[in-house]
């Protein structure tokens, strides 16, 4: 073999060798045409140029130029009468007859729209995703909710839920996850104005409690976690959120613990207006079963190592 | 007939114009034959959302960021549902962008916030561990020029009669759940201002930036206000 | 056919050289602070925070492609037009008084409109349009600067001996019309300054802003009309201009082919136009208009590849001359990039890959293995041609010439294969999902990924420049000290000290 050939099959193999062992396929394959089509255009890209431009070397290397000249001649250029080289003319006249047919006839045929097949593809993955979740175990849950988490909720809850810190104040930016911890202040201000930023239905009407000592009291009470001695006024708090606060599916949020119920609640219509705004309606980007997973995920704790 | 062309130099260049115009000709009129009509819900920007606009120009934020969300479940998931023409219809220049150096800001305001956008733009970060973007103090300082801002509503209104209601003048634009809305644009510059300083005022009640909250209650509105307005505008 | 070679006059081509290898300089210094600003993001503030708006990546971005686009590529254009020009139509500058003045002004007027653009650019004013950056009294500056290098190329055909025109000169032509209809339609706008009279109150805000004439899809659809053109009568057109000139002069042999020549011309002319919708796939451009830029894509490959082929079908039987020859080297690779550029394009303007491809660095290493490989090797290749022949001095020195050929092809290698690799890595992480479609990374985990081949581009970048400087460094001393040559040593190889 002629040595140009052989440099051609080292240079091809070393730049898609080198690629391959370069390209950290974190996404995989994942048994999607695009991505298969992707990798092969890019080798099919190297394959091709290598081995056209190696032809045409190896024709200075051995070949003589002939032909007859044209009659004219600019600053002793001059130029050959020669035909068109075989293979490209063929090649040309196949892409034309091909974008000819694609036109008029492969494309109308085929009556394509990118919005159709994006309800294809949204149908068939809801589809499947419908028929895997009927069976999950628990541990599995936590997992898919974490992997929503991630890419959700930890651009300002962090990746541990801990939230992440202010870079003027040093406060917290976002609530932390792991422990749900109701300022004195905050549980003050709700029981006087009242709240709905969670997105209860009804939601919590203002001044549940008139006297200020009363106030006092419970929003002690309920910052400390709801440890020790329980006020008496909180009684009127309880016949919703419980009596030992943690709360009431579809009717009242648990005091003590981001539940499965509150997360759940919060994503799909609260409009909670934390420490650094408004939180984002999620449920416009999230499916209910996402809305599921991350809940599950959040109530278990984000900072807690799940088992394998 | 070709040698014949390659020496008459006018009619040379007149045959290449012709081949090369004949392109163009059939892929961009037909799509302006029918004027863009905006989708129900599609309002153009308010004074302030169009300062924060030119302010995102001017730092080419679309350099990194794009503003077109493809029809791929991949990118419905991540960023919320796909562009629709009608989408644009306000948009003058497009900000489609090229290159996603960073995410899609089609809707950023369905899923960020006032403060969120005042920590990541001052520290990226330290807001986004792992991150590239750089930081932008000077929006901080630099004040928004809302007389241009003004000026092009006056233009857009008078020449391409983009929907802004002025003085006694109003037009209904459709939204979503059948009701109606209007966007008004001041009779004046000094209103303007003053109605820009109002919409200010609204964002900077949700941010912590003492000197930012200083300016705007000094009249005076920062270039990260008005960013912050347009970027919360895009839902 | 006369036998004393007529004196041509390479005045405007001198200065528009300079011009090439300084904005040159400049556009490629500027890609390296930007490539290094995005592998470490701490070089953005590095001069301080007081002029981190001016050092920083969303600033210089635009300054960048605009250097390389119209500084350094359109300077090369015009310096290689106010040589190639006059000698294959067998006229000289000196010849007419007003078409030297015409080029003088035109060099000029460009420097100024040049010191315009990098001042708007580093202030912010941008019209936002990719390669179409400029607010509208710089348009008009350009349109000026555009119609004077008409003048010119028409005036100078003109007066011409030669009756029919060589093939570059057929692509000089194109470049001037493509260029001239493009910015025309992108740039229609209205300035806000004269135009806010609703309520009769002109005179408001800045006096530079306009306001596009287009608005959203619309507005879309005319910018990568241009945008993709821009590319082909900026990038393409003019640069095969120089490949058919510079390489067959070069090496004394005779084009392949008329035939090629002629069915490369007329094919990529009309074809090229189609092809821009292919940076609009899965927008809201109607899909017919899509697919349209699609499959015109498929078709270019076959004009663009008959050039090069053109090209090294020249060489045929003269494999000597490109082992001894760097000059010949930097073009017959500047063909095979060239070759190389033109089918990624189209194989990226596939629906299925560009789903992949659009928004991510694989473009960019497109761009790059295109403008790097092919459009800066033939324009460094035509100057250093060139150079003998203004200055009437040897080339100052071979060796220099070929280490940087080696050097340049490292690190345009280096660039492509870390971008390609880079975008089809956070091509695929966008679209990972698990089984039950939760999305598998956010956003910067996928930008994390890229930052060894961030910094690898960064690398190949700044060998470039690097072989850029040598460039720089060779003609300046061909200039001031290379021994003096004697016509006869001009007629093809270009004379080099060892």
Redo the contacts between chains.
């Keep these: 073999m002629n040595k140009i050939y052989l440099a051609a099959i080292v240079t091809t193999l070393a730049m898609l060798g080198f690629t391959y062992v370069a390209m950290d396929i974190k996404g995989g394959l994942n048994d999607d045409i695009v991505n298969q089509l992707a990798i092969l255009g890019a080798v099919v890209l190297v394959i091709a140029t290598v081995f056209v431009v190696t032809k045409y070397v190896r024709q200075m290397q051995t070949d003589k130029a002939t032909g007859d000249l044209t009659e004219e001649n600019w600053d002793g250029i001059g130029e050959y009468m020669n035909e068109m080289p075989f293979g490209w003319s063929v090649i040309f006249l196949l892409t034309i007859i091909w974008g000819l047919w694609y036109w008029t006839a492969g494309y109308p045929v085929a009556a394509y729209s ?2 159709g ?2 309800n294809e ?2 149908a068939a ?1 809801n589809a499947s995703i419908a028929q895997r979740a009927a069976n999950l175990t628990p541990n599995e849950k936590l997992h898919l909710g974490k992997a929503v988490f991630n ?1 959700q909720c930890a ?2 809850h962090g990746t541990n839920g801990k939230g ?6 040093g406060d917290l ?1 976002a609530e932390n996850l792991n422990k749900r911890a109701l300022s004195k202040k905050y549980v003050e201000k709700v029981i006087r104005e009242g709240s709905n930023q969670l997105g209860y239905a009804g939601g919590m009407p203002p001044m549940m409690l008139q006297d200020d000592a009363d106030i006092d009291a419970v929003a002690t009470y309920i910052e400390g976690g709801m440890k020790g001695e329980q006020p008496a006024q909180y009684a009127v708090c309880g016949s919703c959120h419980g009596m030992n606060g943690e709360g009431m599916d579809f009717v009242a949020p648990s005091l003590t613990a981001y539940n499965v119920d509150l997360v759940k609640t919060l994503l799909t219509s609260g409009t909670k207006k934390g ?8 449920a ?2 999230l499916t209910p079963l996402q809305i599921e997973l991350v809940a599950a995920f959040v109530a278990n704790g984000p900072a807690t190592e799940l088992e394998e | 007939m ?2 014949w062309l ?2 008459r ?1 006018f009619f ?2 007149v045959g ?2 012709v ?6 000709l ?3 009129l037909p ?2 034959a029918q004027q ?1 009509q905006p989708t129900v819900g599609t309002k153009p920007y308010s004074t302030l959302e169009l300062t924060g606009r030119h302010v995102y ?8 960021h ?1 503003q ?1 969300i ?11 549902s ?22 899609d800001l089609m809707r950023v305001g ?7 956008h005042e ?1 990541h733009m ?17 929006m901080f300082t ?1 004040l928004a ?1 809302v ?6 509503q ?7 009669k983009v929907p802004y209601s ?2 006694d003048e109003k037009i209904l634009i459709p939204m979503e759940d059948g009701t109606s809305e209007t966007v008004e644009i001041a ?3 000094a209103g303007a201002n003053a109605a820009a300083l109002e919409e200010a005022k609204l964002i900077v009640a ?1 941010m ?2 003492q000197d930012v909250k200083d300016m705007v209650a000094a009249g005076k509105i920062p270039e990260i206000v008005a960013l912050i307005a347009y970027l919360n505008s895009l839902k | 056919m006369e036998n004393r070679p007529l004196e041509y006059d390479y005045t405007v081509a001198k200065m528009f050289m300079l011009t090439t290898i300084v904005l040159g300089i400049v556009g490629m210094l500027v890609g390296v602070i930007l490539a290094f ?3 470490f ?1 701490s070089l ?2 590095v001069l301080g ?1 007081g002029v ?2 001016y050092t ?4 210089l ?2 300054l960048h492609t605009d250097a390389v686009i119209f500084g350094f590529t359109l300077s090369g254009v015009f310096a290689t037009w106010y040589y190639v020009g006059q000698r294959v139509l067998k006229v000289s500058m000196a010849e007419s008084k007003f078409l030297m003045a015409v080029g003088k002004i035109h060099f000029y007027l460009y420097i100024v409109g040049v010191a315009a653009v990098v001042v708007s650019l580093l202030m ?7 390669y179409a950056e400029f607010e509208w009294p710089i348009d008009i500056a350009i349109v000026i600067v555009w119609v004077l290098w008409g003048v010119s190329i ?1 005036g100078l ?2 007066i011409r001996r030669e ?3 060589y093939i570059s000169v ?1 692509y000089y ?2 470049t001037f ?2 260029i001239a ?1 493009l910015y025309l ?1 992108n740039n229609m706008e ?1 300035p ?2 004269f ?5 009769g ?1 002109a005179g ?3 006096w530079y ?1 306009s ?2 004439m ?10 990568w ?1 241009y ?1 993709h053109n821009a590319v082909a009568f900026g990038f393409t057109v003019p640069i095969v201009a120089m490949s058919y000139y510079f390489l067959p002069k070069e090496s004394g042999q005779a084009i392949y082919s008329y035939k090629l020549s ?1 069915l490369s011309f ?1 094919s990529l ?2 074809v ?3 092809a ?2 292919h ?1 609009l796939l ?5 899909d017919w ?1 899509q697919t ?1 830029g699609s499959v015109f894509s498929i078709v270019l490959i076959l004009p663009s590849w008959g050039s090069a082929i053109n090209m090294l079908l020249t060489m045929k039987g003269e494999w000597k001359q490109v082992a001894e020859s760097p000059l010949i080297k930097f073009m017959i690779l500047a063909s095979t990039f060239y070759m190389f550029s033109t089918l990624e394009g189209p194989i990226q303007a596939i629906k299925s890959v560009n ?1 992949i491809a ?3 660095d694989w ?2 290493g497109h761009v790059h293995d295109g403008v790097l490989g092919w459009v800066a090797f033939m324009i460094m290749a035509s100057l250093f041609h060139m150079a003998p022949r203004v200055f009437k001095k040897e080339i100052y020195s071979k060796s220099l010439m070929n280490t940087q050929f080696w050097i340049q092809t490292l690190g345009v290698i280096l660039y492509f294969t870390s971008m390609w690799i880079a975008g089809i890595t956070q091509g695929m992480m ?4 698990d089984a039950f ?1 939760n ?1 598998t990374y956010s ?3 996928t ?2 990924a890229l930052h060894p081949y ?1 910094f690898i581009r960064g690398v190949g970048g700044a060998l470039y420049l690097i072989g850029f400087l040598m460039f720089a460094y060779n003609i300046y001393k061909t200039w001031t000290v290379g021994r003096q040559v004697e016509e006869r040593e001009l007629t093809n190889a270009t004379p080099m000290a060892a």
């Excluded at chain 3, 912010?124 to 990719?130: L, M, R, V």
């Excluded at chain 3, 287009?214 to 910018?223: I, K, P, R, S």
């Excluded at chain 3, 966008?430 to 999902?433: D, E, G, I, L, Y």
Aim: proline share 6%; aromatic share 16%; charged share 20%.
């Design positions: 990118q919005i097949e994006w593809e949204v993955k890419v651009p300002c992440q810190e202010n870079y003027q104040t930016r420490e650094i705004g408004t939180m984002p309606r999620e416009k980007i | 070709f040698h390659e020496k130099p040379f260049a290449v114009f081949v090369i115009a004949f392109a163009g059939v892929e961009i799509n302006f863009s120009i001017k730092n080419s934020c679309n350099a990194c794009s077109l493809r029809p791929f479940k991949s990118e419905t998931d991540r960023y919320g796909y562009s629709k023409s009608g989408e644009y219809a306000y948009d003058r220049p497009f900000l489609w962008g090229s290159k996603r150096t960073g995410p369905n899923y960020r916030t006032t403060d969120w920590n001052m520290d990226p970060i330290g807001t986004v561990p792992g991150s590239v973007m750089p930081s932008y103090p000077w630099n020029d007389d241009t801002a003004y000026a092009e006056l233009t857009i209104k008078s020449v391409f002025m003085g009779t004046t510059l949700d912590k930036n | 600003e995005l592998a993001p953005n503030t925070s981190a708006e920083n990546f969303s600033r971005r635009p912010g004013i941008t019209t936002s349009k990719e028409f055909i003109g009756k029919a025109l057929w032509i194109a019309l493509g209809m339609f209205v806000t300054y135009f806010a009279d609703g309520a109150q408001i805000g800045a802003h306001v596009s287009y608005a959203g899809t619309n507005d879309a659809l005319v910018q009309w945008g002629l007329w002319m009309f090229y136009l189609w821009g919708g940076h899965f927008s809201t451009v109607p208009m349209m789903a659009h928004f991510t473009i960019v966008w679209r990972a999902h479609g999305l956003f910067v985990d930008v994390a961030f």
